[in-house]
């Protein structure tokens, strides 16, 4: 039974911790699923199978992101939805000297007003339009957010580890 059949079997509000409410005989003791190794290979699998977020449509989702311009420090949304964009995020976030000028699309200036704080919270959750960051939004690294090119040390440890 896959981890989705999981959740709609069990009928609980704890559906989302499947990894609690599955039960595993480790040397004649009961333990959760959740405190094994087991876990680990699962996950290995559904990452490269799957990618590691994805919406309720089936594509791999990243919640919008900001990076604060340096010369007119008014913050700037990030659509993660396509490789191209993250690699534009992850360019401009790990640049100290981004400027609003840098924005390759939406070609906004310094002189463009800021984005309502009001709005700003909205940041594309499938699971809530307010999230502060869940596991369905917030990625720590996949293929499409973590790139083989790149010298940050996030990047190299993502795809040094990817390949074992």
């Known amino acids: 039974m896959t981890p989705a059949a999981f959740e709609k079997h069990s009928g609980r509000e704890t559906a ?19 405190k094994t190794s087991l876990l680990k290979y699962y996950n290995q699998a559904s ?31 990030f659509r993660l939805r396509t490789k191209e964009e993250c690699r534009i995020y992850h360019d401009a976030l790990a640049d100290v000297n981004w400027k609003c000028a840098d924005m390759p699309y939406d070609r ?25 960051g869940c ?20 990047c190299i440890d993502f795809t040094r580890n990817a390949k074992t």
């Not at 800021?114 to 502060?132: D, F, I, L, N, Q």
């Not at 939004?137 to 040390?153: A, K, L, P, W, Y």
Request: charged letters at 35%; one cysteine or more; a positive charge.
């Open 16 to 34: 989302r911790k499947w990894k609690n409410n599955v039960w595993v005989m480790l040397n004649g003791e009961k333990v959760p699923l959740l």
């Open 108 to 132: 906004i200036t310094c002189d463009d007003d800021e984005e309502r704080a009001s709005r700003r919270v909205y940041k594309g959750c499938s699971r809530s339009p307010t999230c502060r």
């Open 135 to 154: 596991t369905s939004c917030v990625c720590f690294g996949c293929e499409i957010c973590r790139f083989s090119d790149c010298g940050c040390q996030t």
């Open 47 to 77: 990452k490269s199978a799957n990618g590691s977020h994805r919406s309720h449509n089936g594509r791999v989702f990243h919640r919008d992101e900001f990076v604060r311009c340096s010369r007119c420090n008014k913050e700037r949304r």
